[in-house]
């Protein structure tokens, strides 16, 4: 697939995982590309733990749902409804889920560039993450990031050692469709801001 | 050009830029993917500052310079001398940099998805960078990530408001060629890590 068709076709799937198999070496692609993403210091600071079993997704899922709750509780009346409507995870339906993790003392102890930019290596896990997303785009598998819960739930969980941090947990997998239109827009919980909003010329 | 392609020619570039002017469009179309990147509550929290004013591009290179003193200073006699072969930014070659931030109040005060994880703004903004470097890729111009300054002095440099964060200082324009091997490979700074030894299943 085109870069660019990757880009602009690549969506934040929650409900339309089918839940069907991998094709053959399509993790295994979708990984490598996460694994030639640039670095700090060419430091690759990221890990990967694929996880596949129901238990432990069933575990996630119900934290989950209770960050969903405490999300919601903050929310005024009209902001709850509407994000009542929204399906934010689609951890029980997806094949399998990959989780990112960040081990800041690897190529360590100094880093080239990082001296400066504490965060920098946070910043590499990031990079590995969108090239899997587009990744898996291009694979036309579905990949969903869901940012509702507690880092240490999810370090218990996994048993991630201390000093690592989790990133993201990411749920993959076939698809029946990618939305055209991102689901927030769909649900008129915001609507995308245009390029000419954000952009400055030799100072703010 | 596919996906995959670019993920794989991508380079960290500083010693190829050619300082030619952008192809016609190629800035728009390369921001426009960083603009389509996926971001937490559709939040969008990042800023594009273009930077073509020699006089910013010369100042920045002097404090770039000077933290590139600093960080050698740290090292042992061994690494000093490999570092000291390695080219750090194509801040004065390059055509043109792109400064990238991240405004945390965007999408406020209940951006959805980030009340459990309060970075996860800042993780949007790096996955927009990656956006940007694989549409440069596949434009055929270069990029350089230079992480060697203090957010503070970039800054003052730009006016940036008190609250936006610089996240990147990104050279960006046509080259005389990509490399195959990453620079700090071919320093012998580091070597690849194969994806084998990030890999864990259901658990770490």
């Known amino acids: 697939m085109d870069l660019y068709e990757a880009v602009y076709r690549r969506r934040d799937v929650r409900a339309e995982f089918s839940g069907a198999p991998l094709p053959d070496g399509a993790l295994e692609r979708v990984l490598n590309a996460a694994n030639a993403a640039p ?7 990221w890990d990967f733990i694929v996880v596949s079993d129901s238990d432990l997704k069933r575990r996630f899922h ?8 405490e999300y919601a509780s903050q929310l005024d009346a009209e902001q709850r409804e509407k994000f009542q409507r929204i399906k934010i995870d689609g951890i029980l339906e997806s094949t399998l889920s990959v989780v990112v993790t960040y ?4 190529g ?16 590499s896990v990031c990079l590995a993450i969108e090239n899997l997303w587009l990744a898996a785009t291009a694979e036309e598998l579905g990949m969903g990031w869901v940012s509702f819960y507690r880092e240490h739930f999810l370090s218990q969980l996994l048993g991630i050692p201390d000093g690592i941090r989790p990133i993201a947990w990411l749920c993959l997998g076939p698809v029946t469709r990618l939305q055209e239109t991102p689901d927030l ?4 919980w915001r609507k995308r801001r245009p390029l000419e909003d954000s952009l400055h010329r030799n100072g703010w």
Chains 1, 2 share one sequence.
Not at 62 to 69: A, C, F, K, Q, Y
Not at 103 to 106: F, I, P, Y
Not at 109 to 116: E, M, T
């Open 62 to 69: 119900t934290h989950v749902d209770e960050e969903r709750r």
């Open 103 to 106: 081990n800041a003392d690897r």
């Open 185 to 188: 827009e769909r649900h008129r």
């Open 39 to 45: 670095s700090v210091g060419m430091s690759q600071p």
């Open 108 to 123: 360590g102890p100094n880093v080239l560039g990082r001296h400066a930019i504490a965060d920098a290596g946070l910043y």
